[in-house]
């Protein structure tokens, strides 16, 4: 400060450089605070997104253990009306067969018949690879595998 208490050159870059100082911590705090709401934001975010998918997922299970249920009903019935009607078949025409084709007849019957308990094995199976995944996250809902 001169003789007159105006600021020298000097004295006022020194004001100019801490008001600069100030200004750049202020903007620096301002910017670590948005960063840090950025965060929350963001986690906020996924944990929504990986519910939404959570819930997807276990909707696209309950439909697919509903078509594997009906896929297995449908090939269950198939073949049982493949049996009847090899049954059927076999008895009335039995007295009019040959030995062979009795026996060959019969060997049908137990193909189709093993072949459809082979079946419903599998899609027992397969529905108890996924209902203890599902019950376990969605409660269970009264059904077994076997009903």
Request: proline share 1%; charged share 35%; net charge negative.
């Amino acid at each position: 400060v001169d003789v007159e208490g105006v600021m020298v050159g000097s004295e006022w870059e020194e004001v100019q450089v801490d008001d600069l100082v100030d200004e750049l911590e202020c903007l620096r705090g301002q910017v670590y605070e948005l960063q840090a709401k950025n965060a929350q934001l963001e986690d906020t975010i996924r944990a929504e997104v990986c519910e939404e998918m959570m819930s997807q997922m276990e909707e696209m299970e309950r439909a697919f253990s509903i078509r594997m249920e009906d896929e297995r009903i449908a090939t269950e019935q198939k073949f049982e009306r493949k049996i009847d009607i090899i049954t059927r078949e076999a008895s009335r025409r039995e007295y009019e067969l040959s030995q062979d084709e009795i026996v060959d007849l019969q060997a049908q019957l137990k193909f189709y018949k093993t072949r459809a308990e082979e079946m419903q094995s599998e899609h027992k199976l397969a529905l108890q690879r996924i209902a203890p995944a599902s019950s376990s996250s969605s409660g269970s809902d009264g059904k077994s595998a076997g009903d």
